[in-house]
């Protein structure tokens, strides 16, 4: 997206305080947050879906799941949909979203969803953020954790969040 985005600022509890900023200001409120969204989108087979960040973005061609920063007046939920939907093609409700838990970095409150998809949709990237999308084993998406093959803000995301999302994939295509 384009340096004219525009983001709510929230306190640390995610209470959303009135106050905007566009991407990339220069200097940033002390004790506020704006949201990310990350999406683990799982099959019924169990197979999870994870996208290669484009060449010309911020951590090239390094693996994550779908996602990025809630817009101006955007639930977590909202966002999460939205972003799914541009990265990767697929129009998922927002009720379909389960929040597996958020995590607190310096300036965001990442919001990790799990949301499960009927069938194997098929997926048309958008180039300019995603360079390839595949769907892949709960292992194989360890595997890429563990080689280092994971954008750079993922490490400590998913040190934190990952236990419970797996359990949550799991958990949703067994239900």
Do not use: I, K
């Amino acid at each position: 997206m384009t340096g004219a985005e525009l983001w709510d600022l929230t306190d640390e509890d995610g209470t959303r305080t009135g106050e905007v900023v566009r991407r990339g200001a220069a200097s940033w409120p002390t004790g506020r947050f704006h949201v990310v969204v990350a999406t683990c989108v799982v099959r019924a087979d169990g197979r999870v879906l994870m996208t290669r960040r484009a060449a010309g973005r911020d951590f090239p061609l390094a693996w994550e799941f779908p996602g990025g920063s809630a817009l101006a007046g955007e639930t977590s939920r909202q966002a999460a949909a939205r972003e799914v939907t541009e990265e990767t093609g697929l129009a998922v409700s927002e009720p379909v979203f389960a929040l597996v838990g958020r995590f607190t970095e310096a300036t965001a409150l990442v919001y990790l969803y799990v949301a499960l998809v009927p069938g194997v949709p098929e997926l048309v990237v958008d180039p300019v953020e995603v360079h390839e999308a595949e769907w892949v084993t709960v292992g194989e998406a360890e595997e890429r954790f563990a080689a280092g093959e994971m954008a750079a803000p993922w490490v400590d995301r998913l040190a934190a969040l990952w236990p419970d999302a797996r359990n949550a994939v799991l958990s949703a295509v067994r239900d």
